[in-house]
């Protein structure tokens, strides 16, 4: 709009201006000024419109096209590009320096699985150093990468290359093939520690601290970097590693609008972008995700925010993946990961692109982050109410943490008062409606869209998310598939039983059958006693949230979670039982290592079981949260199935 008006106001102020010069000349000769600045603005308008005939397509970028980086972007989109500048898709990767490397190489040490670490600088390099004197870690990365002969011993790494600053930061070294690998440590910004990469993913135990290390190229590279190149190198059957390159490092401008370098070329011609302005056309030459038809529009965000197999994945690997936002359908060129046998195509030694994972609860729910695509195109809402990415999140109007959009007049995000949901379902848009069909107060967290709708049903970096497939409570679901259930895990005191009472009291939904122990026991105790790794997880997570939110009941949970810590096998579920238990009041400054032997393990459990408040402890013997002879079978029924949930 201001550069419409700017418009305007140049034309008239050059037509003014010949008109002035034409008014001190004589007769006839008044006209002439005016008539030329009249031919010179039809000639620049003309030399406007023409750059598109001159530049190769006039519709959609095309994958071949140059692209022409972010800062190029910035010279004109000054706003959007410091917007952009302020997400964490900018330093998904990055190159390591004294700014950008978050975690502590002042010469620590962390022991893993048997293993100890040591962290340091050696000049301006950041090294990780692997005690590997039982050669474990050279048989677990053989299995990934052609490993150099030689002696068991200590294994020292360069940090070559970072991947994320939000969530975690993940550190990568180069081999001498060129493969990048994953280094087994993690570092936890909101903790200020290091991590086992087998706690920050919920993956099984394992053997090793090296156990699930990916490379870089074959996988993360493509959605962590703008337009990468894999640079898979194949001599016949030699196998002579990679050369990857990208675009751009980091998630740029190019990954959601296309190559730029035609709209830069274009566009540097003023009147072009006037004159396009004041007749409202849309600029050809770039891609912009809001003016895209919904499937392609989600399709721009879906193709990272997804789960995808490519069809042709070794041609992929050896040149680039085209794909590129309003481009062909994902479809056409990416397998369909809702079949029931996810291909597994193999890359050199014997690596998996994927390992053995479900990534679905039963019913198809996406149980991973990352995952937000699959989880849209089976909700109504994006199926027949053309609901994107966009009418919830903005790359440029949001907080970078969630990039949930805001308003202007407050900068709150939508989700926090519906305004994603009501500027559809606009006869929920009032306080009192709200009241009147959720069951709970409009200013609380019930009163929320998001809180029946989009429950917390995926797990990822520590993390519980919120479902993106769209949908409305189901005690049906949670008894048959698993899922959390939307009442309960908000509701972490209740049963299963009382959720489907509610439901039909609100709702006049059926009654659900649920069994002895679903009758009684919390559903959120159930889940961390009986249910798989994932359940668990997402059970401790939820009592995290009540216990941070204030509830006093969660304070009954917290001999269970002792007990998680002390036995549960899976890092992650032992780490996240800590972290529920310390946001009691009780356990505010406690220490745990989630890492150490059993033995150890059961020691600083059981001197953190003397922090029990009295009170709970006679209230615990009184009436205990779940009775003896429950407990037990509960705990004998634990599902032990192996979970992968990865991003």
Not at 122 to 149: H, I, K, N, Y
Not at 200 to 214: K, N, R
Not at 398 to 415: G, H, I, T
Not at 511 to 528: K, L, R
Request: proline fraction near 6%.
């Amino acid at each position: 709009m201001l550069e419409s008006v700017s418009a305007l106001a140049a034309l008239a102020a050059l037509l003014l201006c010949g008109a002035w010069l034409g008014s001190g000349l004589p007769g006839r000769w008044r006209v002439f000024p005016v008539a030329c600045t009249v031919a010179v603005l039809l000639a620049l308008g003309w030399l406007g419109w023409s750059v598109d005939a001159q530049l190769p397509g006039e519709s959609a970028p095309q994958a071949h096209e140059g692209y022409a980086q972010s800062q190029t972007c910035g010279s004109c989109h000054s706003d959007h590009f410091t917007a952009w500048k302020k997400t964490w898709h900018r330093t998904m990767t990055q190159d390591p320096t004294d700014e950008t490397v978050l975690g502590d190489f002042n010469n620590v040490t962390f022991d893993s699985l048997g293993t100890r670490f040591r962290m340091f600088r050696r000049g301006a390099d950041f090294m990780m150093e692997l005690d590997d004197t039982e050669g474990r870690m050279r048989s677990q990365v053989s299995r990934l990468v052609s490993w150099p002969e030689g002696p068991p011993g200590i294994l020292t790494f360069r940090v070559d290359r970072l991947l994320g600053s939000h969530n975690m930061q993940a550190y990568l070294t180069r081999l001498s093939d060129g493969r990048i690998i994953l280094l087994p440590l993690f570092w936890h910004p909101s903790e200020k520690r290091w991590l086992a990469r087998t706690a920050a993913f919920l993956v099984p135990p394992g053997e090793g601290a090296m156990d699930y290390t990916a490379l870089w190229n074959a996988a993360c590279v493509f959605c962590h970097n703008t337009r990468a190149h894999a640079g898979y190198i194949v001599e016949g059957n030699r196998d002579l590693g990679f050369d990857t390159r990208f675009e751009e490092m980091g998630v740029a401008c190019e990954s959601c609008h296309g190559p730029g370098e035609r709209h830069a070329q274009a566009n540097q011609n003023p009147v072009r972008r006037y004159l396009m302005n004041l007749t409202g056309q849309t600029d050809k030459s770039i891609v912009s995700p809001l003016k895209l038809d919904p499937v392609k529009s989600v399709e721009a965000c879906g193709r990272c925010h997804g789960k995808w197999h490519s069809n042709e994945h070794a041609t992929m690997l050896r040149h680039v993946d085209d794909f590129i936002p309003g481009g062909p359908p994902l479809a056409e060129r990416y397998h369909n990961v809702f079949a029931t046998q996810l291909p597994t195509p193999e890359l050199g030694h014997g690596e998996q692109m994927e390992p053995k994972a479900g990534f679905f609860w039963p019913d198809w729910t996406p149980q991973s982050t990352a995952m937000e695509h699959q989880g849209m195109i089976l909700s109504k809402c994006a199926e027949k109410g053309g609901m994107t990415c966009l009418h919830c999140h903005s790359m440029h109007r949001s907080d970078p943490d969630n990039q949930l959009k805001v308003q202007d007049d407050n900068r709150k995000p939508f989700e926090e008062h519906n305004a994603s949901c009501t500027q559809c379902h606009k006869a929920l848009a009032s306080a009192e409606a709200i009241e009147k069909h959720a069951h709970h107060k409009p200013e609380g967290t019930g009163g929320r869209c998001v809180a029946c709708h989009m429950p917390y049903q995926g797990y990822g970096l520590l993390k519980s998310a919120r479902a993106h497939r769209i949908t409305v409570p189901q005690v049906a679901l949670t008894v048959s598939a698993g899922l959390p259930n939307a009442c309960t895990t908000c509701h972490v005191d209740q049963t299963l039983k009382w959720a489907s009472a509610k439901m039909t009291e609100f709702w006049n939904t059926p009654p659900v059958a649920v069994d002895a122990e679903n009758s009684v026991v919390p559903a959120s105790v159930v889940d961390m006693l009986r249910g798989h790794a994932l359940q668990r997880a997402l059970a401790v997570l939820s009592l995290r949230r009540a216990a941070e939110e204030g509830n006093p009941w969660v304070q009954r949970t917290a001999p269970l979670l002792l007990d998680l810590m002390k036995d549960e096998p899976y890092h992650t579920v032992r780490l996240l039982s800590f972290y529920a238990l310390r946001a009691q009041p009780a356990f505010r400054d406690a220490t745990f290592e989630y890492m150490e032997e059993p033995q150890e393990r059961a020691r600083l459990v059981e001197s953190l079981r003397e922090r029990l408040p009295p009170t709970a402890v006679e209230a615990a013997d009184r009436a205990p949260l779940v009775e003896l002879p429950m407990l037990q079978k509960l705990r004998a029924q634990r599902d032990d199935q192996e979970i992968f949930v990865q991003e």
